[in-house]
């Protein structure tokens, strides 16, 4: 795992299931999205998003985060794992093919 200056790094990954039977829940689901890109998420698939974070804490702040938006309905995973590990994903492409995320280079700053 890398660290800078002693702090662990890792990927926090967020999957989630929302409803989108009406209206407003098509709106709470979409509200979601666009907070979590906010907040630095970066979208992997469709309802499965990834950040970075430079410790533990860091990501602890995310999850908490991620926590206070839930939506009323619906269900929200949250992964963490490390640098290696996200590292070793296998990533299987049909015809067209897309450049895959990479860790920052850098520390980020919350």
């Not at 590292?87 to 980020?108: S, V, Y």
Request: glycine fraction near 6%; include cysteine.
């Amino acid at each position: 795992m890398k660290t800078f200056g002693g702090l662990k790094t890792m990927w926090v990954i967020v999957m989630f299931d929302l409803p989108v039977d009406t209206k407003a829940a098509i709106k709470e689901a979409n509200d979601f999205r666009i907070r979590i890109k906010k907040d630095g998420f970066m979208m992997m698939q469709l309802s499965v998003y990834s950040r970075h974070c430079p410790s533990r804490e860091n990501a602890d702040v995310h999850e908490r985060r991620i926590k206070k938006i839930l939506p009323p309905d619906g269900e929200v995973r949250i992964m963490r794992i490390t640098d290696k590990q996200f590292g070793k994903m296998k990533i299987f492409h049909g015809k067209r093919r897309k450049a895959t995320e990479k860790a920052p280079k850098q520390l980020q700053m919350f």
